[in-house]
C-alpha cells in the first residue's frame, strides 16, 4: 500500500461561529486520486481550505507525510509539497502570464517550460496580464502555476466550473495526463461528478459537512441511485447501469 | 512670466520629489497590507534628527548622513512593526488610526524632549549652496540633488519591484494575499520588508527636506498630512501613482505660494479634491 500523503482526523472547521465541516477523516495515499463530491454549499471547498490552513480549527488534526501540520501557516504548507487551485482561479491580475508562473516556482518535474508546453495557449500570452486572459486561459495559467510550484499533492478546486466544453475537455485531458500518467496525487473538488469521477481513482461525498459515502469512482459511477440521492445527478440509462 | 513659471516648476518638482520620498513608503504598505500607518511621517521626521545629530554632535559630513538616516528609520520601523503593528492588521481601521496616531503624540514628544521645540538648523555643504542660471531660470545645486535622489530611488524601486522575483512576489501580494500564502509566499516578511524599505525611504526623505522646510517636532504630524494627499491622489501600491501624485501636487503648492500667496496651501488640497473626484481610486489607484 503506498504511503499516506495526507491524512485528516476527526476534523472540525469553519469560518467565525459557523462550522462548516464537522468531523471530517480522510487519507490520501501517495500518487491516487480522490473525487471531493456532494451538492452546493455543503462544505467541498472549505475542505480544501482547510487543507491549505485557511480556516479556523476547532477540533482535529491534519498530517502530512506523517508531520502535524495543524498549525502550520498556508504558506510553510505550500513550501511543504502542497498545491492549489482555488475555485476562483484568483490569478495575480498585475502580473503577466510568465510572472503568475515564475513567481511561486520551485525546481523540480515542472519547468515553466513544462507548463508552457503543457497549455500552449498560455505561451502564445505568456506578456499578456492577468486580468487580459479569458476564463479558460485564467483555469489554465491556475492550474499550471500550482503545477510549477511541483506540489506533492494537487488541490483542484472545480477546476472545470464556468467553462465551455471544448476547454472542460482540454483542461480534463491534462487532469487525466497528471493523475493517470505523471502519477500526481491529487484532490479534486468538482460540480461535474460524471467527469470528476472519470478522472479518479477514490471519490467521497459530504453532505452538511460531514462524509456521508466512500467508494472507489468507477463504484460510485455505476450506482445511479446513489448519485442521484447525494449529488442529484440522474446518469442516463446506459451510464447508469 | 515665463523666466517666473521655469523657476516655479523646477522648485515644485523639487518639492514633489522631498513628498514623493516621504510617501511612497506609505502608499505601497497602505495598499499591500490594508494598513494604515499615520506614524509614517514619524519616520521621516526621525530620519531628519538623525541627520542633525550626526551633524552637530559626531561632526559627519551630511551625505554620509543620508543612509544613516535611512537605515535608522527602516530598522525603527522594524522594531515598531514587530512589537505595535503587526497585531493590530485584523484589526478595524479605527483601532490602526488610534494606534498608530498615538505613535506619532508619542514620537513628537519624544523629539521634544529630546531635541527640544526650536527649528533644528542644518549647514549643508558648500557645494550645494549655490545655483546656476539657465536661460533664465534658477537652478539651486541642493535641488537639483534632490531630484536626481528621488528619481534613482523611484528607478530602483521600479527596477526592484519589476524585475525581481522579490518584486513579483510583493505585486502577487498587493493584488491577492490569500493565494499568495497558497502559493508559498511568505506574505508576512515580505511586507516587513517592504514597511522597513517604505520607512526608509521616509527617513531619506527627513534628511533631505531640512534644509527646504526645516525640523521641528511638528514635522510628523505636518507632514503626515501632505503625504496622504500624494497618497490618495496617486493610489494605493503605485510607484507611478505616487509619483505623479508628488509631481502635480508639489507644483500646485508652490505655484499657489507663489501666484496667488493669499490663498496659501489651499491649492493643493483644490487639485486633492478634483482628482479624487474625476478618479475617486487615485490616479493610478485599483480600488
Known amino acids: ?241 | 512670466m515665463l523666466t517666473s513659471l521655469g523657476g516655479v516648476l523646477f522648485d515644485g518638482f523639487a518639492y514633489g520629489m522631498l513628498l514623493f520620498l516621504l510617501s511612497v513608503g506609505l502608499s505601497v504598505t497602505l495598499g499591500m497590507m490594508n494598513f494604515i500607518n499615520l506614524a509614517h511621517g514619524s519616520f521621516g521626521m526621525l530620519g531628519g534628527y538623525v541627520t542633525v545629530t550626526l551633524m552637530d554632535r559626531l561632526g559627519w559630513p551630511f551625505l554620509a548622513t543620508l543612509p544613516a538616516a535611512f537605515v535608522a528609520a527602516a530598522a525603527l520601523s522594524v522594531v515598531l512593526e514587530r512589537l505595535l503593528f503587526r497585531h493590530s492588521y485584523r484589526a478595524g481601521e479605527l483601532d490602526q488610526v488610534l494606534l498608530t496616531i498615538g505613535v506619532v503624540f508619542m514620537s513628537v514628544a519624544s523629539a521634544a524632549y529630546i531635541w527640544g521645540t526650536v527649528q533644528q538648523p542644518v549647514q549643508l555643504p558648500d557645494y550645494f549652496t549655490g545655483s546656476f542660471t539657465f536661460l533664465g531660470v534658477n537652478f539651486a545645486y541642493y535641488r537639483l540633488f534632490l531630484i536626481g535622489t528621488a528619481l534613482v530611488v523611484t528607478l530602483l524601486l521600479v527596477a526592484g519591484l519589476e524585475w525581481t522575483r522579490f518584486g513579483a512576489q510583493v505585486r502577487a501580494a498587493v493584488d491577492n494575499q490569500r493565494m499568495a500564502r497558497g502559493l508559498g509566499i511568505n506574505v508576512n516578511l515580505a511586507f516587513a520588508i517592504t514597511f522597513a524599505l517604505g520607512s526608509g525611504l521616509a527617513g531619506l526623505g527627513g534628511s533631505l527636506a531640512i534644509a527646504m522646510v526645516g525640523l521641528d517636532p511638528d514635522f510628523a504630524f505636518a507632514y503626515l498630512v501632505y503625504v496622504l494627499i500624494v497618497v490618495s491622489v496617486g493610489g494605493l501600491a503605485s510607484i507611478g501613482g505616487s509619483f505623479a501624485a508628488a509631481t502635480v501636487l508639489g507644483i500646485s503648492d508652490i505655484a499657489g505660494k507663489y501666484y496667488f500667496p493669499a490663498l496659501g496651501s489651499f491649492l493643493i488640497y483644490l487639485v486633492m479634491v478634483g482628482v479624487l473626484m474625476w478618479r475617486p481610486a487615485g490616479l493610478f489607484g485599483k480600488r
Do not use: C
Open chain 1, 1 to 241: 500500500m503506498a504511503d499516506t500523503l495526507l491524512e485528516l482526523k476527526g476534523v472540525r472547521a469553519g469560518y467565525g461561529d459557523a462550522v462548516v465541516l464537522d468531523d471530517v477523516s480522510l487519507e490520501v495515499p501517495a500518487g491516487e486520486s480522490v473525487a471531493v463530491l456532494g451538492r452546493n454549499g455543503v462544505g467541498k471547498s472549505t475542505l480544501l481550505l482547510t487543507i491549505m490552513g485557511f480556516t479556523e480549527l476547532r477540533r482535529g488534526s491534519i498530517l502530512w507525510q506523517g508531520e502535524d501540520i495543524t498549525y502550520l501557516a498556508p504558506h510553510l504548507r505550500a513550501r511543504r509539497g502542497l498545491g492549489w487551485v482555488a475555485q476562483e482561479r484568483e490569478i495575480f491580475p498585475s502580473l503577466s502570464v510568465e510572472e503568475n508562473l515564475t513567481v511561486t516556482a520551485r525546481p523540480g518535474r515542472w519547468s515553466v517550460k513544462a507548463a508552457f508546453e503543457l497549455f500552449p495557449r498560455l505561451a502564445e500570452r505568456r506578456l499578456a496580464r492577468g486580468n487580459q486572459l479569458s476564463g479558460g486561459e485564467q483555469q489554465m495559467l491556475a492550474i499550471a502555476r500550482a503545477l510549477t510550484t511541483n506540489p506533492r499533492l494537487l488541490l483542484l478546486d472545480e477546476p472545470l466550473e464556468g467553462l465551455a466544453p471544448i476547454i472542460v475537455e482540454e483542461l480534463a485531458r491534462v487532469i487525466r495526463r497528471m493523475t493517470a500518467d505523471e502519477g500526481t496525487t491529487v484532490v479534486l473538488v468538482e460540480q461535474h461528478a460524471e467527469i470528476a469521477l472519470g478522472l479518479t481513482e477514490h471519490a467521497v461525498v459530504l453532505e452538511r459537512g460531514s462524509i456521508v459515502h466512500r467508494a472507489r469512482s468507477r463504484e460510485l459511477l455505476a450506482n445511479a441511485a446513489l448519485l442521484d440521492r447525494y449529488i442529484g445527478l440522474k446518469l442516463p440509462e446506459a451510464a447508469g447501469a
